[in-house]
């Protein structure tokens, strides 16, 4: 069984990634310890709130980025825009740069938040969607969208009353936008393709 670190920075829905990562066949542990996220076998940034909480990963940044470069890790939501350098949320607050680009607010004339069910287009090959059906319907809840300056390692856009980037992936770092957590069945599945990587 592998075990998994879902990094508690005090932003949101630890536990739900936590008992999704349990039904997918994986070990959850909790955690803001440096040697924790060295011992696991792949790394969860989860995190429903504002870029501002990105601040309290900076006890782990040092390992947390020298780790992405050896196991499985994935962005959820937050955790997504955390890879990028900045965000237009709390422009004094540094991401961690693994990507370069930044999170822009939702625009056009659609509600912000975006909560609720949207389809996200594939627009390359990626592992965690393997056996995923392309435009299938996963669970949102978000104010800012990525907006990364390498077009390459966009893996899913989603239509909200523009295109917006809502899957990445470069080597053995994954990040998605929307919740797999909360995507029944489907998001179980690019948990489970997650945890086979």
Known sequence: MKTVAIIDYD??????VANAVKKVGGR?????????????DAIILPGVGSFELVKNLEPVKRVLLEQMKLKPF??????LQA??????????????????????R??????????GWNQV???????????VA????????HSFAVVPKEKKIVCGETDYGQEIVSAVARGSVFGVQFHPEKSGKTGLKVLGNFLEL
């Open 106 to 115: 939702l625009r056009g004339k659609v509600k912000i938040p975006q909560i």
């Open 134 to 141: 392309d435009e299938s319907f996963f669970y949102f809840d």
């Open 11 to 16: 932003a949101g829905n630890v536990a739900s």
């Open 74 to 79: 994935l962005g959820i939501c937050l955790g």
């Open 28 to 40: 959850a542990l909790i955690t803001r310890k440096a040697g924790d996220v060295e011992a696991v």
């Open 121 to 131: 287009k594939f627009a390359r090959e990626c592992a965690l969607f393997e056996g």
């Open 83 to 104: 890879l990028f350098d900045s965000s237009g949320e709390a422009k004094d607050v540094n991401g961690l740069g693994v990507f370069s680009g930044s999170c822009r």
